[in-house]
Nanobody, 120 residues
Framework: QVQLVESGGGSVQAGDSLRLSCAAS????????MGWFRQAPGKRRERVAV?????????SYADSVKGRFTISRDSANNTVYLQMNSLKPEDTAVYYC????????????WGQGTRVTVSS
């Protein structure tokens, strides 16, 4: 079955950087659009950064992270990354990797999440 395993979360200070990784298995990586979502305490899950379609050539970012976060992928190793720079306390959340066969009309698989805590 499809497995998405995130890593790289942690506790940092405002202004620091983190890089999240998502290792995918059990799927044909090139068939899926991949992306990152997050859920802060008491809030709904929101889209952070995604490849809009499976080719990985078009990205989309939430306004709150534009210019600070970068999504990338290593197709040879079925891995998706989220480079997060200039972190802010409001970036504190559990970050989830996700995979979609329908260009985000639906999500076929979620990772278990990795926690990011940013203190001021």
């Amino acid at each position: 079955q499809v497995q998405l395993v995130e890593s790289g979360g942690g506790s940092v200070q405002a202004g620091d950087s983190l890089r999240l990784s998502c290792a995918a298995s059990g799927l044909t990586f090139s068939s899926y659009a991949m992306g990152w979502f997050r859920q802060a305490p008491g809030k709904r899950r929101e889209r952070v950064a995604v490849f809009k379609e499976r080719s990985g050539s078009i990205t989309s970012y939430a306004d709150s992270v534009k210019g600070r976060f970068t999504i990338s992928r290593d197709s040879a190793n079925n891995t998706v990354y989220l480079q997060m720079n200039s972190l802010k306390p409001e970036d504190t959340a559990v970050y989830y990797c996700a995979a979609s066969l329908t260009n985000w009309g639906t999500v076929q698989s979620w990772g278990q999440g990795t926690r990011v805590t940013v203190s001021s």
